[in-house]
């Protein structure tokens, strides 16, 4: 797990965390890494939990979380399975392509 913080004080400090977490996953995908970039981890932080967890992370004082990366070896099966999808997704598109340019309505 990575958790990027910012002085959000500091000026464009979310977009430096932001591009800092891309390159993040984009060399994470060059290592043949899986990642995933996660927000919601800020209701964590800013609970009572959260800020024992920051002292114990050792995150410095006035910087607040920003964004969690979880990084770790990709199921096997998610590639495939991703590829399955987006050919079902393409075929869906092109149908209802064919449809609007053609006026037809799409048969089940
Ligand atoms: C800025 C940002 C914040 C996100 N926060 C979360 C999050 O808190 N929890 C979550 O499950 N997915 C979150 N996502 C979505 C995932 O990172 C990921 O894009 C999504 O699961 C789709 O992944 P896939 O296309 O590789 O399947 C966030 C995405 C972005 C761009």
Request: one cysteine or more.
């Amino acid at each position: 797990m990575i958790l990027i913080t910012a002085d959000k004080t500091a000026r464009f400090a979310e977009i430096d965390c932001a591009l800092t977490a891309e390159n993040i996953l984009i060399a994470a995908e060059s290592l043949g890494l899986g990642s995933i970039i996660m927000t919601s981890t800020e209701f964590l932080f800013k609970s009572e939990k959260g800020e024992q967890l920051k002292k114990e992370l050792g995150i410095p004082e006035g910087y607040e979380h920003v964004c969690t990366i979880a990084l770790g070896y990709e199921d096997e099966n998610r590639r495939q399975n991703q590829e399955k999808r987006r050919n079902q997704l393409r075929k869906i598109i092109s149908q209802f392509t064919r449809c609007r340019n053609h006026k037809l309505i799409p048969s089940s």
